[in-house]
């Protein structure tokens, strides 16, 4: 009888850690920020269809990077946790909070339980009524999640990233930026990306509006490439 290899829990809950520590440095980065208009998501992204950042409920959105069929499974579940809640309950009973715990769970869950850890980063989003009560979750594939004060970075070179984004708004305030300006921001630090109009193709962006022109209860907006490309031209 052949004789079995003992793994220790320690090593072995760092070889499922760097397994997708791994995997989720492989994918493009995304950059989601609080700006005076709202909150604005960007992704390097040339897909028109396989989209990195979504609309999850009236005032919540999700960003995402790693493997596209787990946050893909992810962003759907979220969206039939928020949709049965506020059904059951009350529109104001879906929370980011809420949202966010639910999704800690089950990685955490995975990343314990199952043979393969998720390879995805999530971030979720609430809208305020002014940036400053903005709320931004960053989730990591171990179910370890965080509030971040007023950006978050995923994906990528994330320590070259921050470093560059930082630089930018040495001396300006992000808060009382322009969603365009995020925009432009994004568009010069994310590798690969570029800050030309030619290359909004490259970008998937979409914006939580704070104010909608209709009052209307649903607050998230995809941008087109025609509008990414307007924005990028406007920063020449």
Same mark, same amino acid.
């Given at each position: 009888?052949? $004789?079995?290899?003992?793994?220790?829990?320690?090593?072995?809950?760092?070889d499922r850690a760097d397994f997708a520590r791994k995997g989720i440095s492989r994918g493009r980065a995304v950059i989601v920020?609080?700006?005076?208009?709202?909150? %604005?998501l960007i992704a390097e992204n040339p897909s028109g269809s396989l989209h990195k950042i979504g609309e999850i409920?009236? &005032?919540?959105?999700? %960003?995402?990077?790693?493997?596209?069929?787990?946050?893909?499974? *992810?962003?759907?579940a979220g969206i039939r946790y928020a949709d049965? &809640?506020?059904?059951?309950?009350?529109?104001?009973?879906?929370?980011?909070?809420?949202?966010?715990?639910?999704?800690?769970?089950s990685l955490g869950a995975v990343f314990t339980a199952e043979s393969k850890p998720f390879e995805v980063e *999530?971030?979720?989003?609430?809208?305020? $009524?002014?940036a400053d009560t903005d709320t931004l979750f960053s989730l990591n594939f171990d179910g370890s999640i965080a509030e971040m004060p007023g950006y978050i970075l995923m994906g990528?070179?994330?320590?070259? *990233?921050r470093?560059? +984004?930082?630089?930018? +708004? %040495?001396?300006k305030s992000l808060a009382e930026s322009g969603s365009d300006e995020v925009i432009?921001? %994004? $568009?010069?630090?994310?590798?690969?990306?570029g800050e030309s109009p030619n290359d909004a193709g490259l970008l998937e962006v979409a914006v939580l509006e704070r104010f909608t022109p209709s009052g209307s209860h649903r607050h998230f907006r995809r941008l087109d490439t025609p509008t990414i490309a307007r924005i990028l031209a406007a920063g020449k």
């Open positions: 009888m052949s $004789a079995q290899y003992y793994v220790s829990p320690e090593q072995l809950m760092k920020a609080s700006c005076a208009d709202g909150i %604005a409920y009236d &005032r919540i959105a999700f %960003a995402a990077v790693g493997k596209y069929n787990e946050f893909e499974s *992810l962003r759907q049965t &809640r506020g059904y059951s309950y009350s529109r104001h009973d879906v929370t980011g909070r809420g949202l966010a715990s639910v999704y800690a769970q *999530l971030a979720v989003l609430e809208l305020g $009524a002014t990528g070179d994330t320590p070259v *990233l470093e560059a +984004w930082n630089g930018h +708004w %040495a001396s432009r921001a %994004a $568009a010069m630090v994310l590798p690969g990306a």
